[in-house]
């Protein structure tokens, strides 16, 4: 499936790489530090290459109203740089670079993400960032209801349980799509 990439209808989809998720707890089994330099790698090498390069990032200060229990609904205090992208691009005047703010564990649900997708021709979602079973998962499994064909980064994502990382690379992933390392991907588009 690799091999057969046509880039200009690829997107690579990078969730919730911001200062205040990786910093708030060990990642496994690659650390914040292994995660960002593998997601900074990709983008480096895709960026001019692919049809659009989306950074998801989440509003963390809404996540307080997902409680079911109204009483307990309020918004989270967090440190002023909590959502401070990590990412780095070197151009960011790039035209086929978009940034997504997502309020749920999935970059669709309430964002204009498949909109952006689909007005670029996008077929294909690589997708990267943390957490593996959270929101890139639900990104995933999203993007898989929508009718995209989705590659799975395994060593641009990471968790706090590495247990839950290698149920979902094995188990879950493969079900809805193809999961590949970076070092693969990059070596078949070459």
């Avoid at 090498?45 to 109204?70: M, P, Q, S």
């Avoid at 690379?169 to 493969?174: G, H, N, S, V």
């Amino acid at each position: 499936m690799i091999s057969t990439l046509d880039l200009q209808k690829c997107a690579l989809v990078v969730i919730d790489l911001q200062k205040g998720i990786l910093t708030s707890g060990n990642l496994t089994p690659y650390s914040a530090s292994e995660i960002l330099y593998k997601n900074n790698q990709l983008v480096t090498e895709l960026v001019e290459k692919i049809g659009l390069v989306a950074v998801v990032r989440v509003d963390a200060t809404t996540f307080g109203y997902l409680n079911f229990d109204v009483k307990k609904r309020q918004p989270l205090l967090l440190a002023k740089d909590y959502d401070e992208l990590c990412l780095e691009i070197k151009n960011s005047t790039q035209s086929n670079v978009v940034t997504i703010t997502k309020h749920n564990p999935g970059a669709f649900f309430g964002t204009d993400l498949d909109l952006q997708l689909r007005r670029r021709g996008i077929e294909t979602l690589i997708l990267t960032g943390v957490a593996t079973e959270n929101g890139v998962y639900a990104t995933a499994l999203d993007a898989y209801q929508f009718g995209y064909r989705i590659i799975v980064i395994e060593d641009a994502c990471s968790s706090r349980d590495e247990e839950l990382h290698q149920i979902f690379m094995t188990k879950l992933y493969p079900k809805i799509s193809l999961v590949t390392s970076s070092a693969k991907l990059l070596e078949t588009l070459k």
